[in-house]
């Protein structure tokens, strides 16, 4: 029965936390508002609540003589003792609170497990100490973990055609198939979409990866996306604000929040993955064809790279492609093509 009641939570680690920010889903025996666990420490379930700004805390009933050796392991996980008043009876409870949102996602396993071992016969103490020991340095990586500007641009451009695609249909957010390791950032069917992205506005050259980047899908079609922007501190465009947008536009929550873990943004509202604002300077599209400036596997005998050669990367001037850029009208029906 514990394990079974540990697959379902981590299925949707975060989802408990969510649904208390949700207005009438609180339970009224604490004097708090909690969600049980329905996993019994002996003194009563283990629950779900909140803190006073919504961070995510998990409330463990104990004994009321009960002493802790740990608080505050790693500076943003606090560890008190809490007593509340429950079912109109003081309760005491290990009180067990994240103060860093950019660590929810590890938060989330960190109360799984303690649920767990409790579940399988742990005492309360004992379940919190011993999870939050063997979580140490799971705890100081995440917290060490820093993400570069590169990637946020990068995220940033990406989520910029996102949203221009799920304006055309909600289910184009399954054609984002660069977070899975794709040749393409989007693709659906015979016709793909590559997207770059330069932070200056009077960028004219983008850099490709591979020989296989600008290759067309066999029998298909390929578009390439430059996305200027510029760094500005009240800019309208940020992980957290484009997500918001896309997920305006009815997209799936789930496909996309699993797109954005691909890419190592567990969770976009953090302050790490926020802390680039910028404004929108140019979108301009390009069809990507015979003649495009490019280096691409089909120009070497039989297809293959020289003998020793691994791998291609290169830098084009986007100067030297003005023929292929696309006018406004073509480039919409480009992107519906992408998602039709």
Known sequence: MAETKRRTMSERPIEHWKRLRSSGVAETTLEIPSL?????????????????EGQPRLLVPCGLGTTLAI???????????????????????????????????????????????????????????????????????????????????????????????????????????GPYD????????????????????????????????LSEPSGGSLVLAHVRVE???????????????????GVERAALERGLAAVGCLNPGSPEWNRIRCGLEDLTAYRVGPGFPRITAAQFPKGQLPNGVDSVAYTIDLRAARRFKMNDRDRDVAFRGIVA
């Open 71 to 177: 608080n505050r392991p790693n500076g943003k996980l606090s560890v008190t003792l809490s007593r509340l008043t429950h079912a109109g009876h003081a309760a005491m409870f290990i009180d067990i609170m994240n103060t860093d949102r950019g660590l929810d996602p590890v938060f989330a396993e960190i109360a799984d497990e303690i649920v767990h071992r409790i579940g399988n016969g742990a005492a309360p103490l004992g379940a919190v100490e011993g999870t939050i020991t063997d979580f140490r340095e799971l705890l100081r990586e995440a917290k060490n973990q820093s993400v570069t500007d590169s990637k946020i641009y990068g995220l940033i451009g990406e989520l910029i055609i996102l949203r221009n695609l799920a304006q055309i249909t909600p289910s184009a957010v399954e054609a984002w198939t």
């Open 182 to 213: 794709q040749r393409h950032d989007f693709r659906r069917r015979e016709n793909a979409l590559e997207v770059k992205t330069s932070s200056r506005v009077d960028a004219t050259t983008v850099s490709i990866s591979s020989c296989e980047q």
């Open 36 to 52: 049980s666990t329905g996993v019994e420490t002996g003194y009563g379930p283990v629950r779900f609540a909140l803190g006073l």
């Open 231 to 249: 760094r500005a501190d009240n800019g309208d465009l940020f992980v957290a604000g484009l997500v918001s947008d896309i997920l305006s536009y």
